[in-house]
């Protein structure tokens, strides 16, 4: 039994007790959460897809609520992607699944069909560097919503830049022109493709287009990133042309591009698309000054 | 000592509750029924057997944690048989904690009979059973850790609200627990700072049920990482702490009119 | 020693979706009960007993003031093991047995194993229970519910017993029974303190009275005292009277009820009850009763109080700053 004294230690003091208590608990809850979190790493919750046995089981057990756990399904593909982007990492082998999921569960979720493919197709870092997975998911995206030009659109183009396979890519561009709603270039790129597949100046085409009308901030400035790429590469060609020209002329090699803007080879030092002056290099050769914007890797 | 005989008597009550049985032989009807399931694709009887027996496990242990602690607790303060006890030399306090204690030792005990009908189904499918089969143990005990913080938090909406509200409270956050990494998630990906900052706080208050689910790891043969098990150990017994503290500081301002 | 002591014990609720309008359940309560005195606290539903006793058992909280149980403050929860209470309509574990929910009961003292079977038993057999030791509680009647609230009540033998409404739901065989019950503990000198609107059930049995009546006492001593009860009316019942007779009985009588051949008859002034029975005999009537009709405790409230009523009705809902 309890003593008279016990039990009439204050009511208050077991009440602060109490609240320090709940405070220390909730408080010391936070490193242990991070030392979890640390560990497990970005494939938290993303890793469980390895063994779902498929998105439409899943589909069959959220009772109606398919659309909701797709959209977190969603989220975790962008959340894992970011993570792994963030850590320059040049695997991920989740990234497919995760996909496939998410779709199953609700195939006219585009965002995952259009951001997906583009994650899947890009090549390491930036990317998965899967282009075949890539047009599966956009075949399977098509089937689900056929009257999605767009789809198209996103078909040629990894057929085009990715896979380089001309035809096919002039194929897909004049499948998706057949759709409702297509936007008249893609007839143009779809003869341009057929006609002059390889060359530049067809890809110069294709990513102003997507440029001009594109929907999304992310999507057109991928695509001014490929443009400022290509009109570098141009100019890369077409200054050592010049200092070619020059060298020959001069019996002696250009030192630097003010030699040349003296001898009127040029109007004025040369600069990259994105503002910063090209390098002559000890070689002679030009390049990209290495604080440049530009990713000339872009065109690999 | 007081608190274990309210926990004793917590457990003996909670025996008579004829549902409880109802649910238990319903669990065990439903693992004996992964078996067929597993005989119809081949070559994954023994995943689908552990994934669904486990999860059967995990679903119906829930249902009875949410059930019991509701009826034992919520239901003992609604028809006034708790005058009955606090007239008597025990504290608030004490009650709480003894009932919390019941609670745990008849989760515990059900728990165990489900994990002996698994392994007996797991038996009959195998025709033999290795040391290996033990790891299954492991997903079980983190079951009950995750179970045992649904039973405290059933205890605090007790105090607080009336028995039908208090189950549908306690399954809701449940539910929110196991989709707490996704709220994180969205809080990293917006772009509000105030939002972030809130699902943050939300990630670290709520509780995370993700890293209790080991279910698919040890379907597919995979270790459960060692840390994990002091980490959720500890996770597990601070928040129950804390939600014990919560139950008893509304508990002792409680009146019953 | 005082066995329990109130001082200015106080309680208000709340009331209202805003929470601004203040009912007084208790006001200033100042009781005081010796040992060994079986007490009365009586009052008409409403009146704040059920009130007074959660208070006690710190059911719920005093809004101010304080009370001492033994000598000890409410807080001290080691007292309660010489204290018991049964409240009013009681509910007890559906599924245990009589038995099982005795010695669960008795086991929260701390008693021994041998010493909880010993006292079950007994109060179990005092208590008339034997036929249904080991049913489930969930098929108890309401008259053997309340002997078992009776029963774990005194499971660890009280020095002070509180019951509320001890009586309720009982038939008479029942009723005597409780009576009974707290006849036998007060001889053996424990304090018992219930509550009751029954004023009958208090008459027989207790010393002292307080008297409740929306919330302020009214009233504190011997029952007769304060209640002046005494007899209000008599009643006669005659069979067959004639005519005549009735007419000389009209002056005194306020009331006359016919039912067939028998004449009920109230005389008011007890003076003249003497003088009425002299004609009725004298008449060859047939007298079949007399009886005193003794002032009810409702007669009580509706006489002294009820000039009051309408005030009180607004005084209860005030906002007291």
Redesign the interface.
Known sequence: ????SE??SQ?RL??HV??L??LL??L???P??R??DL??GSD??AA?V???PSGKFLRQLSLGYEGLLAD?YW??V??YF?GKRLAHSTEFNLLGPLLQITTDLDPHLLVAYRFGSIFLAEKPPRGAGQPLEALALLHRGIVANPDRWRLWEDVGFIYYWDLKDYPAAARAFQAGSERPGAMVWMRVMAAKVAAQGGQLATSRFLWSEIARQAGNEQIRKNAEDHLMAIEAEEEITKLNELIALYNSRQGRPARSFQALVVAGYLRALPRDPSGVPYILDAGGRVRLNPRSSVELSLLE | MRVATIALHTFKESVREKVLYNLVAFALLLIGAAILFGSISVGVEQIILITLGLTSISVFGLLIAIFIGIDLVSKEIERRTIYNILSKPVSRPEFILGKYLGLLLTLFVNTAIMTAGFYAALFYQKRALLLDDLRFLGAVYFILLELAIVVGIAVVFSCISTPVLSAVYTFCLYVIGNFSADLRAFGQETQSALLGTLCDVLYYLLPNFGDFNVISQVAHAEKIPGYLWLGNSLYALLYIAALLGMAVLIFEEREFR | MLALETIELTKDYRQGFWRNRVKRALDRLNLRVEAGEVFGLLGPNGAGKTTTLKLLFRLILPTSGTARILGKPLEDIAVRSRVAYLPENPSFYEHLTAEEFLNYVASLFGLSATERRRRAGELIDQLGLSASRHVPLRRFSKGMIQRLGIAQALINDPDLVFLDEPMSGLDPLGRREVREVILRLKERQKTVFFSTHILADAETLCGRVAVLHHGRLQGCGELNTILCLGVSTTELVLEGPSAEVLAELMPYSSSLVRTGERVRLEIPEESQVQRTLEVILRSRAKLISVNPVRRSLEDYFLQKVGASESSQEVASVYDPS
């Open positions: 039994m309890t003593t008279s039990s009439l009511p077991r009440r109490c609240w208590l709940l608990c909730l010391g809850l936070i242990i959460q030392s979890i560990r497990r938290r919750g469980d390895l063994f779902l977190i989220t975790r962008v959340q970011g």
